[in-house]
């Protein structure tokens, strides 16, 4: 499986793409960040995302897109241009028919430390191992990135058998 794994951000906006599948090890084919200009237009640094990860997608092929689910935080212009350039992500995605996964930052930590309170620099250093780096990625965006894209890897199986088996539940208890 071919996940990229998007850190959403108006200013950085953290990409990552790793191939492999669970129980394996993985593979870390690129990783980087979108830029933008804090002073730029609102509407200019959406569109620059959207060159940025639409660039990701043509030179990948991803199978699947896998986006931090936006939480809320304290600062909300903050959490709105985190969402923003989130919905910039599932939106190039979806114009070309690949499936969006959303996990929260503590479901991330979780699946690549062990515990979902880890700190940037716990994820930075396990990535590393897991990718079998010689650094940490720079900036934590792009680690961050490459971690959900990690997540998705190790979840996507148990998450399909559930999906599944709620399904089947459903399908029984309807009346024929």
Not at 80 to 100: D, F, H, K, N
């Amino acid at each position: 499986m071919r996940v990229l794994g998007v850190d959403p951000g108006l200013t950085r906006c953290g990409v990552g793409v790793v191939e492999g599948v669970a129980g394996r090890p993985l593979t870390m084919l690129a990783v980087g960040v979108v830029r933008t200009p804090a002073d730029a237009e609102l509407g200019h640094r959406l569109v620059a995302i959207e060159q940025g990860i639409e660039e990701w997608l043509d030179e990948h092929r991803p199978e699947v897109v896998a986006v931090e689910r936006v939480f809320s935080q304290h600062n909300v212009s903050t959490v709105m241009g985190t969402a923003q350039a989130s919905a910039v992500a599932m939106l190039c995605a979806a114009r070309r028919g690949i499936p969006v996964a959303l996990h929260t930052p503590s479901e991330v930590k979780a699946a690549v430390t062990g515990s979902g309170r880890a700190d940037k620099a716990q994820v930075g250093a396990m990535v590393t191992r897991l990718l079998r780096l010689s650094a940490p990625p720079r900036p934590a965006d792009a680690a961050d990135a490459l971690a959900l894209a990690i997540c998705h890897i190790w979840r996507a199986p148990a998450q399909n058998r559930l999906q599944q088996a709620v399904a089947l539940h459903a399908s029984k208890g309807r009346p024929s």
